[in-house]
């Protein structure tokens, strides 16, 4: 039968705790790629009506619509590179906290410190997220508010 004792357990324990950080942050990387896909998309729909104007005022508009979604599309690219580099770091965790079980605690501060950094990110990646938001919804008010005034004329 295989011996267990408390410090075995307290050391899987451990190394599971990042797993809620993991999943936290898998949710975020899938809700940025879906928007970044809806960003792509867009752009390539303004891109070919864009390339069907004569109309210098409606290309004008339609040229600050797709640089909107390009800043856009910059914005949700650093929030996924940011939670890739979290899920690094949540999974750098569980590995080295695993590492300090084996060399009986040595590693000191080491995990806790990756698990830190890999928060950082995450908050960040979430900071940018709003950003992102607030921008699509500026994009959306902006094209209702043309469409409005241009039935009045």
């Not at 080491?110 to 830190?116: D, G, K, R, S, V």
Request: proline content about 2%.
């Amino acid at each position: 039968m295989f011996e267990t004792s408390d410090a075995h357990f307290s050391a899987l324990t451990a190394m599971l705790a990042p797993a809620f950080f993991l999943t936290a942050t898998a949710s975020l990387l899938l809700s940025a790629n879906n928007r970044l896909a809806r960003i792509i998309d867009r752009a390539r729909t303004l891109l070919k009506e864009l390339a069907t104007m004569d109309d210098p005022a409606q290309r004008s508009l339609y040229e600050q619509r797709i640089a909107l979604q390009r800043r856009r599309s910059l914005i949700i690219l650093r929030a996924g590179q940011l939670l890739y580099v979290a899920i690094s770091l949540f999974v750098g965790t569980s590995l080295m906290l695993a590492a300090d079980a084996f060399l009986a605690h040595r590693l000191g501060v080491a995990p806790m410190a990756l698990a830190a950094l890999g928060v950082l990110a995450m908050f960040a990646a979430s900071l940018l997220l709003a950003r992102e938001s607030t921008l699509a919804v500026r994009a959306v008010n902006e094209e209702m508010d043309h469409r409005h005034v241009a039935r009045r004329e």
